[in-house]
């Protein structure tokens, strides 16, 4: 967990049930001077977030996850939270025949895995500085 008080670096938020996709994404982000919080699951995900939302800047999601919502229910409750904090997707595979799926990847940034760092550290950094939706390949 991160400290309420005031920080320095964005903090980010990832929630993915792939324990290796946890470890690679964050020693990425924090090599790239991020302070990176991990969560193996949408539910431990909404308990940090809403405990700490107002210290997150960024939340990096996986689309598919067992349990009872997917990433975009999170993100939907995330922006019924904070509707200022941005969400990003991560997924293996993108499902243009989900109109849900093609309408939050048209409103946010989707990340196709496998990805390379540097691609990682873009789309994070993009979407900080307020780049352009769509989606990333």
Known sequence: MIPSDEHSRPVILIADDEPFILRYIKQV??????????????????????????????????????????????????????????????TGALSES?????????????????FYPKQLVDFVGAQLRGASSGIAR
Do not use: C, N
């Open 29 to 90: 982000l924090q090599l790239a001077d991020y302070d990176v919080i991990t969560a193996d699951g949408f539910e431990v995900a909404w308990t940090i977030l809403e405990q700490q939302h107002s210290v997150i800047d960024l939340v990096l999601t996986d689309i598919v996850m067992p349990g009872s919502i997917d990433g975009l229910e999170l993100a939907e409750r995330i922006h019924q939270l904070d509707a200022d904090l941005p969400v990003l997707f991560i």
């Open 98 to 114: 989900d109109p849900r799926t093609v309408k939050m990847a048209e409103k946010q940034l989707v990340l196709l895995k496998p």
